[in-house]
């Protein structure tokens, strides 16, 4: 049953189907050869391509490589954010005379971590994914199907917003920290 939406106007579909199929990907765990492990990664790494919806990642070592690979990034991306906002903020709640020693360091932080990120994650197909652990949207995957008891679920979400953020604000901290050194060194 489709309705429309309240606010929008855009059809909704309100049923708690299974989604179709070009939607999910799932890397099954199945051993056929002594090269296994690299079958798993070629597969993950042809639906990362593909840009499906959902991948279902079965093979466990895979799975956990994948998980701690998008939390690294996420830790990254929030740790530029937070020390730039830090970086910027603390000129309106320290007294100058403190400033320099949270601000600069903490707009450095930001700077690194925004670096990093772009040059280790911005090209990797993975940081376009998020692992998903919302059990009424798993729900509606085919798990059913999967031999493994604890596969990991990635969700494609648009990360363009949070590449903006993190880079505006990791430059403002880099501006700000420019002019404080030129400040301090020029007097």
Not at 27 to 36: D, L, Q
Not at 45 to 72: F, H, M, N, S
Not at 126 to 138: A, F, G, I, P
Not at 160 to 166: P, Y
């Amino acid at each position: 049953m489709a309705s429309l939406g309240r606010r929008r106007g855009v059809p909704v579909n309100r049923e708690r189907g299974v989604m179709a199929a070009t939607d999910c990907y799932i890397v099954h765990e199945i051993y056929n050869g002594e090269n296994a492990q690299d079958q798993f990664e070629y597969e993950l790494e042809q639906a990362l391509e593909a840009q499906y919806k959902y991948i279902v990642i079965e093979p466990t070592r895979i799975g956990d490589e994948t998980a701690r690979w998008i939390a690294v990034g996420n830790c990254l991306h929030k740790t530029a954010v937070l020390s730039g906002t830090a970086c910027l903020m603390t000129p309106l709640s320290l007294p100058p005379e403190y400033t320099r020693y949270v601000a600069l360091p903490a707009g450095a932080l930001s700077v690194a971590c925004a670096a990093l990120y772009g040059i280790s994650w911005q090209f990797d197909p993975c940081c376009k994914y998020q692992v998903e652990y919302d059990s009424q949207k798993l729900s509606r995957l085919p798990l059913h199907t999967l031999t493994s008891s604890t596969p990991v679920v990635l969700v494609r979400r648009d990360d363009v917003h949070r590449k903006r953020l993190h880079n505006t604000i990791a430059l403002a901290a880099l501006a700000y920290c420019a002019k404080k050194i030129y400040e301090l060194y020029a007097v």
